[in-house]
């Protein structure tokens, strides 16, 4: 029996407000996360704040996930600084690291238990064509994304008896806020020029396909890497 609550973070706006938005039309019941106390997700959706580079706020925010008992974990939430590899300080790392690997990492281990509990669940980790591919002045952003592609692989191993699904989505360039503020305009056309469909994603794109992965219609399809990249990486 499909589950009715839902848990997108990262859910206020790109490609997690775009599978928030899908999941309610979808009939869930679907909580977002963000890192404002104003903030909000899609219309219909319930808010929670957390800013996971806070290990004390991430402690809460875990806490209370367990108390939720999800049926369909999206773990989108994200951060990325493009530098070079000599001179990116740890601080910059250890915070990306955080976010990307430590919070899904620790938001995976509270809503597991229900869903193995349940004998039903369907958790599905964003990572990147950067944990595919990468590139250079990417280097500790694909270092987490490997990583959330290592750590999807051996939780799904270990809950499918279960009937707990755990794949990645991994999203090649999206017309996302993200992706602009981080290439900027020339380096947009620059990516357009390399993919061989000659577009960015939109959001709502990665989003059904996400919406897929954690419906019914996948009974058993668990710890793979899919790659939604308009053929970025196969060029």
């Known amino acids: 029996m499909k589950p009715t609550r839902a848990l997108v973070t990262g859910g206020t706006r790109g490609i997690g407000e775009a599978t928030a938005s899908a999941l309610l039309e979808a009939g869930y019941e679907v909580f977002v996360s963000g890192t404002t106390p104003d903030g909000h997700g899609p219309k219909g959706s319930s808010y929670l704040c957390c800013d996971f580079e806070d290990s004390s706020a991430l402690s809460c925010f875990v806490d209370t996930v367990a108390g939720l008992d ?48 349940g004998r039903f669940g369907r958790i599905v980790n964003i990572t990147s064509v950067f944990g595919v591919v990468s590139k250079a002045e990417r280097a500790a952003y694909s270092t987490s994304k ?89 060029a």
Do not use: W
């Not at 070079?84 to 690291?97: A, G, K």
């Not at 305009?185 to 020029?193: D, R």
């Open 70 to 117: 999800v049926g369909v974990l999206v773990n989108n939430a994200g951060i990325n600084k493009i530098g070079s590899f000599e001179d990116y300080t740890m601080e910059d790392f250890d915070r990306i690291q955080r976010v990307n690997v430590t919070a899904p990492y620790r938001i995976c281990q509270a809503a597991v238990s229900g869903m193995r509990k």
């Open 146 to 234: 490997f990583a959330l592609l290592g750590l999807s692989r051996a939780l799904a191993l270990e809950v499918a008896a279960d009937n707990v699904l755990v794949n990645c989505v991994a999203p090649g360039f999206v017309d996302t806020e993200l992706t602009r503020r981080i290439l900027g305009a020339k380096g947009i056309e620059t990516i357009i020029a390399s993919v061989p469909m000659g577009r960015l994603a939109l959001p709502g794109e990665i989003a059904r396909f996400v919406r897929f992965l954690v419906s019914e219609d996948n009974s058993y399809m668990t710890g793979q890497h899919v790659i939604v990249d308009g053929g970025y990486t196969s």
